[in-house]
């Protein structure tokens, strides 16, 4: 399995955020709609070995955390507004304290924050952090079940740094150049098809 964490530091975490303010309004979650689009669609199908965990920390009701999973996904489109649409009707959905709830097939949501998400991650995969100054990926052996840490157009915080800390990740760069969060994905994917497919 592939899993990606993107985090969304000012992205809404109520539905009411109109569908063409996904830019504006909605806290910057046309980036985090793009990290679906790229971690799951090739041409003519959906990668069903990956997960994306959106983790939202903006708005009245943070944090949430949207999870996508490529396996079981329906209704999924490549267009940012069809899958806008799939994020607010989870961000809708009434939520218990602990656990998720599903709100279409192979999208959950849950009061999970950042801590929460790499915790339960931790113990399914190595976490490798996405980071300019990392290890180059190209002298970076893949683990197993890798959980790629990414954020959104502002870097991981101090404190959000600390808590990957304590799971002694792997920290790579994927060039020398800063890159969107939806295009590091796509390099992701294509380093792993290429060396571990
Ligand atoms: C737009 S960047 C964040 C802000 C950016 N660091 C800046 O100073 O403008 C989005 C995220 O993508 C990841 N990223 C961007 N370029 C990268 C690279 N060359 N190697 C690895 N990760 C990268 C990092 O996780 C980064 O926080």
Redo the contacts with the bound molecule.
Sequence with gaps: MRYFVAVGHKAVTTGDFKLDDISGGAGRLDILVRCVNSSFFLSHSIRKDTQLYLVLQGGSDAPKTVRFSGEEVRYLNPDERSTSSLIRNALMKKLPAEGEVRSSPGVYVSKMSFSDVISSLSEKGRIVY???D?KDIKEYSTPEDPVFV???????TNEEEDILLQYAPDT????P?????DH?IILVHNEMDRTSP
Excluded at 177 to 181: D, E, G, P
Aim: proline fraction near 0%; include cysteine.
């Design positions: 996405l980071k300019e990392g990414i954020s959104d157009n502002v870097d991981l790579v760069s994927l060039g150049n800063s890159l969107h969060a590091c």
